[in-house]
């Protein structure tokens, strides 16, 4: 039998990362998110868009636990590194928050005006901001990085970073090479020597927990990045679960991050 070499699509392409066109009504839980959010921020106007940089976007929201040495997750927000901002996710800090827990969310520039090196190094210096500014806000104890799509990739390339103790990476991009032929490039523009330098698959195993989780109604590809990524951490070696959460979307797999007692509350809580 012959093998089909042929092209795939563009519009097939596409949509392999598509995650707005395969979860219709998206719009409506993120908007309602917003206007939580706006509430939540309200009660903490003190400790809301503190400058970690001199960029427009290059700001931190802090929600300070009851301990200034208890845990802070810190929420890399997602929107394929071009679209969204921190101020719509404030209601994802709640779930850990009910435990105590200190919460950041920081921003970030983003695509085309920052190219994805760029992104990388913001995320940085907003987690080396914390490891010194935070004390005087109330955070003071270690920093768990956490993130959703875009997001999910942030937290794993900051796993790294020395104030760093643990991450949970939510539905993330973990190779970037297929990017570059679909319809995220035309903003990314990505380098060759960014998807070798920023893929979290081709760079070496970070020895500290890392969770990996995403929903089981996701897209192929999704799905298929954060159990290879995950296969590849633990062929290295390096510890961490994999979580898959069962009926949850793309979007819907962060209502699991809201509650106390949610399935990824619980797993940020392990990590501690």
Known sequence: MPIDISPVPQAQRDAAYNNGAAVPGWTDKFAAWTRESATIRARHQATMDLPFGPGERQKVDLFPGRDPQAPCLVYFHGGYWQRNSREMFAVLGEGVAAHGWSVAIPGYTLAPEASLSDIVTECGQ???????????????????????????????????????????????????????????????????????????????????????????????????????????????????????????????????????????????????
Not at 142 to 162: E, Q, R, T
Not at 237 to 246: E, K, M, N, R, S
């Open 126 to 272: 907003a987690l080396d901001w914390l490891a010194g500014a935070g004390r005087g806000h109330g955070v003071a104890g270690p920093l768990i990085v956490s993130g959703w799509s875009a997001g999910g990739h942030l937290a794993a390339l900051a796993l790294d970073h020395p104030a760093v103790r643990a991450g949970l990476a939510i539905s993330g991009v973990f190779e970037l090479a297929p990017l570059r032929d679909t319809y995220l490039d035309e903003k990314l523009k990505l380098t060759m020597i960014e998807i070798a330098d920023l893929s979290p698959m081709r760079r070496p195993a970070v020895m500290k927990p890392l969770a990996v989780t995403y929903g089981e109604l996701e897209l192929p590809q999704l799905v298929a990045n954060s159990v290879g990524f995950h296969a590849a951490r633990q062929r290295a070696g390096a510890p961490g679960d994999l979580i898959p959460v069962a009926g949850a979307d793309h979007f819907s797999v962060l209502d699991a991050l809201r509650g106390a007692d949610g399935l990824l509350t619980r797993a940020a809580l392990l990590l501690a």
